[in-house]
Every structure is written in structure tokens, then in C-alpha cells.
């Protein structure tokens, strides 16, 4: 029986929940036409490679992908992500330190719900992904966003700044959304440093490893010399995966199992069909990945060109699919400045912009 039209029960609702509400991202994206070009998702357009589809077809077919797997995820996908890590990142992550997840929001929420109690801060880069205030709060957490350089890239002086006897964790995230930028590799040796000596944890946000155009990617993980660091991934952008929902986290032992009680309860396990998918996704062959990166590359080119035609200052992204532009003020009178915007370089086409006109000689930049 349906409750009354219009009639409200008087029960309220967390406070969690309601400190947080839906991203506006989102609802940009739920609220467009089947024609718009949506440059605000980080979602790539490239099929998910064949051989992954396929192996996901192969399970189903043959009925293995009916039933729970492990918690953790089948042995074969553990053993393929660490098998990853050696590959990747020079990283030897026991099976044990290792989590399925559905894709990396779900890793995110796990490390901060593990590590978090009430009231500890959780720094992280701003402007930053969505999720980190968000899922600080649901875990009852202070979120505490941290400016970023000139570059985009999050120093690691102002991290160790904002360290108090209160923090609990701060997020890294290289190649970052929504800037694109990419940590060099003595910051990495400094975010670590910084976890081991404070005695905080690191969550390093890893999704966009593989795709960067400038430097290269390093993982804290790989200069911590405690378990200090935890590590989220996912197939979703490396390999075109983003609806099949497909993360992991790598972490010591210990941190793994505490992680694992949240996961075991809030989800039981991943997708079965997506495991088997991620499996060969991660085994398989990768050349598909280099092909993605390099057609990101050329769309990273078109997108700077013709927002710098427009007179917009961009730094350079090095990696992932977003460019964040500075943004003018053109209203004399305004008190204040939008924020620089972020757009997603994954769908970009060739345009010919036409730049805005100013009603005023004030330009201030933000």
C-alpha cells in the first residue's frame, strides 16, 4: 500500500547524508539532451577492448559469473592487479593487501571509512574530485581543501602545513581530476615521507595513471617505509571501463582487512562478470591503452589551442582528459569571481570559439 499523496513522516535524516547532496556534475549530465557533447564527464568514448567484453561474455556463458565470488574478488583478478603493481609500479603487494571493489569510488569510500573517525580532517587538493569532501563527510569526517601551485599540482609543503593532531589522512591524485596536472616524482618522495613521518595516512588516488603525456607517473607506495600509503585504481579510464565498475585497493595486510569489514557488509563483492573482464583487461594485450593515450594527447592539443585563441590562461595538463582555464571577470561591479572551470578533453572536437566581449575594461582573474 502506497503511503498518502503528500503526506511527510516526521522521521528526520543523518546528518552525514544531509551535509552532502548530488553533484552538480551529475546533474548537468542526467538533465542533457541525447544530442548534447557532454564536456564535463570524465567518461573516454572508446569501446572497452574487445578481449575484456569477450571474457566477460566467456563467464557468463559458462556460468561462472553467477554466484558471489570472494570478498576480496576472484584469485585471478587479485593475483592480475598484483601482477600489475610488480609490472606498473615495481610494487609487491601481497594478494592479502588487495580489495575488488566496484570501481574506485567504492576503493575511495572504503579507505576513508576504514581510517576516519569523527571529526579528523582529511586534506585533499583543491579544486580536487568531487568525491573527497563527500565521502569525508559520510564518514563523519572534516573535509579541508588545500590550494593548489600555479602549475595545479599540490605541494607537498602545504600538506605538511595543514598537518595537525587531527588529521587523519590526506588524498594525492596523479594525474589529477579535474586539472590534469602530474605530480613529479619528488613530490611522490615527499608525500611519503610525509606519512611516515607524521604518521598519517596517504591515499593516493591512482585511476589515471597510465595517461600522461608529460613526465611520468610514481606512486608514494613506492618510497613509503611504512604501510602509511594506500593506493585506489580501476580499470574505468585506462581501459574505457567506467559502467562496469571495476576498482581495487592495494594496501598492507592489515589495512586491507580492516578495509574489507566495510567492503564485506556495504557491498558483499564486485561484479562477477566485471572481474572476469578486469582479469583479461589487465593481462591482456595493453596496446590498446597507448592508442587511447595518444588520440587524448591530440584532443589535450586541440583543446589548448583554442581556448588559448579564446585569450584564456591554461596550464598545461600533463595527463588525464580535463583542462582547467583560468576564468575573467568581466563585471566591474561583481564582488567576487567564478571559479576556474574544468572541462573533459575526452569527447573534444574542433570548434571555432568566439572569444566573449567584455562590458567592461575590469579583468580579474581567478
Known sequence: MAPPAGVVGMTEFSQRVEAISISGIREVFEAAGEDAINLGLGQPDFPTPEHARQAAVDAIEAGEADAY????????????????????????????????????????HLALEAHVDPGEEVLFPDPGFVSYDALTKLAGGEPVGLPLREDLTLDPATVEEHITEDTAAFVVNSPANPTGAVQDPEDMREFARIADEHDVLCVSDEVYEHIVFDGEHR????????????????????????????????????????????????????????????????????????????????????????????????????????????????????????????????????????????????????
Open 219 to 366: 606512486s608514494p607506495m613506492e618510497f613509503a617505509e611504512t604501510d602509511n600509503v594506500v593506493v585506489v585504481n580501476a580499470c574505468s579510464k585506462t581501459y574505457s571501463m567506467t559502467g562496469w565498475r571495476l576498482g581495487w585497493v592495494a594496501a598492507s595486510e592489515r589495512r586491507a582487512e580492516r578495509m574489507l569489514r566495510v567492503h564485506q557488509y556495504a557491498q558483499a563483492c564486485a561484479s562477477a562478470p566485471a572481474q572476469y573482464a578486469a582479469e583479461a583487461a589487465l593481462t591482456g594485450p595493453q596496446g590498446v591503452v597507448d592508442e587511447m593515450v595518444a588520440s587524448f594527447e591530440q584532443r589535450r592539443d586541440l583543446v589548448l589551442d583554442e581556448l588559448e585563441d579564446m585569450g584564456l590562461d591554461v596550464p598545461k595538463p600533463e595527463g588525464a582528459f580535463y583542462a582547467m582555464p583560468k576564468t575573467r571577470c568581466w563585471t566591474a561591479a561583481s564582488s567576487s569571481c567564478p571559479a576556474t572551470r574544468s572541462a573533459s578533453t575526452a569527447r573534444a572536437t574542433r570548434a571555432s570559439p568566439t572569444p566573449p566581449t567584455p562590458n567592461s575594461s575590469a579583468r580579474r582573474w581567478t
Open 69 to 108: 565470488t570472494s570478498n576480496r574478488g576472484t584469485p585471478e583478478l587479485v593475483d592480475a592487479i598484483a601482477e600489475k603493481h610488480a609490472r606498473d609500479n615495481d610494487l609487491d603487494v601481497a594478494p592479502e593487501g588487495i580489495i575488488a571493489t566496484s570501481g574506485g569510488s567504492e576503493a575511495l
